[in-house]
T-cell receptor, first 110, second 114 residues
Framework: GIQVEQSPPDLILQEGANSTLRCNFSDSVNNLQWFHQNPWGQLINLFYIPSGTKQNGRLSATTVATERYSLLYISSSQTTDSGVYFCAVHMNTGFQKLVFGTGTRLLVSP | EAGVVQSPRYKIIEKKQPVAFWCNPISGHNTLYWYRQNLGQGPELLIRYENEEAVDDSQLPKDRFSAERLKGVDSTLKIQPAELGDSAVYLC????????????FGPGTRLLVL
């Protein structure tokens, strides 16, 4: 099956710092989503991004589907950004199955 | 607009007992998903419904797990009997259609089997 690898696995930032999270996938995909799972376990949609670049406030994402990777940028990080960030891909097969990556655990300290 | 609703939020049971989880998707969403998330891992799909039809249940352990989506709206996921290894968070998600639309997740049910 498809492999979805995220890096780094863990990241500690000082409040105000910037960071880049990476998602690599092993096969062609129909689409890609980025999620933030907060400390209470809620998965929050960040981006639905098959290709190109999108921005939402301090967050932006870029997907290069032909090279099988996506990047999530967090600028001016805040303590509320802490949690786990997942990318998830829609497989390019008959069933539209969402496969999650390994996750990046982010801790932003004040 | 209300999001995906799940209940209960937490459940503690002894092994071999039955347990059920309930999900109400976003209004108008035809596609409903059940995922299981083990500690430290990403969610994994258990079953996907298009309206009331289960179209992908290949990852559902059918010896002890069952699910239903009567009338194509609410859904129930059941485990009988529960085993220690079933301890996990059970997440429900919904999307507007069977294409690559965005999936929206509920808060999940945290199950602990003792």
């Amino acid at each position: 099956g498809i492999q979805v690898e995220q890096s780094p696995p863990d990241l500690i930032l000082q409040e105000g710092a910037n960071s880049t999270l990476r998602c690599n996938f092993s096969d062609s995909v129909n689409n890609l989503q980025w999620f933030h799972q907060n400390p209470w376990g809620q998965l929050i949609n960040l981006f639905y991004i098959p290709s190109g670049t999108k921005q939402n406030g301090r967050l932006s994402a870029t997907t290069v589907a032909t090279e099988r990777y996506s990047l999530l940028y967090i600028s001016s990080s805040q303590t509320t950004d802490s949690g786990v960030y997942f990318c998830a891909v829609h497989m390019n097969t008959g069933f539209q199955k969402l496969v999650f990556g390994t996750g990046t655990r982010l801790l932003v300290s004040p | 607009e209300a999001g995906v609703v799940q209940s209960p939020r937490y459940k503690i049971i002894e092994k071999k007992q039955p347990v059920a989880f309930w999900c109400n998707p976003i209004s108008g969403h035809n596609t409903l998903y059940w995922y299981r998330q083990n500690l430290g891992q990403g969610p994994e799909l258990l079953i996907r419904y298009e309206n009331e039809e289960a179209v992908d249940d290949s990852q559902l352990p059918k010896d002890r797990f069952s699910a239903e989506r009567l009338k194509g709206v609410d859904s129930t996921l059941k485990i009988q009997p529960a085993e220690l290894g079933d301890s996990a968070v059970y997440l429900c998600a919904s999307s507007a259609g069977q294409g690559s639309e965005t999936q929206y997740f509920g808060p999940g049910t945290r199950l602990l089997v003792l």
